[in-house]
């Protein structure tokens, strides 16, 4: 099990930059992965960003080139640097972690609040 907790949401205008943090209650080398997801008003909760197994990267559409995705396992955070933030990221931000055990089971943060807005 893992307990997830993200910071870093707020209030930015567009064309902005906002960085969240996602900090483990253990150690994450060994989790299956970890990654970003929003969720809108009205809409989906969507995947915004991913380290796979094998630390590989992977983006939404929407995002690939404005987003990164990093870690830092000695401090077991997990962070999303979001920059030309457009009206349309606003969501809900979920720090997501997935561990193996019968199945890959699931874990979530409690969200943090991204809002772009002039």
């Known amino acids: 099990q893992v307990q997830l907790v993200e910071s870093g949401g707020g209030l930015v205008q567009p064309g902005g930059s906002l960085k969240l943090s996602c900090a483990a209650s253990r150690s994450i080398f060994s989790i299956y992965s970890m990654g970003w997801y929003r969720q809108a008003p009205g809409k989906q909760r969507e995947l915004v960003a991913i380290?796979?197994?094998?630390?590989?990267?992977n983006y939404a559409d929407s995002v690939k080139g404005r987003f990164t995705i990093s870690r830092d396992n000695a401090k077991n955070t997990v962070y999303l640097q979001m920059n030309s933030l457009k009206l349309e990221d606003t969501a809900v931000y979920y720090c997501?972690?997935?561990?193996?055990?019968?199945?890959?089971?699931?874990?979530w943060g409690q969200g943090t609040q991204v809002t772009v807005s002039s």
């Open positions: 380290f796979t197994k094998g630390r590989s990267t």
């Open positions: 997501n972690a997935k561990i193996r055990s019968t199945n890959l089971d699931d874990y």
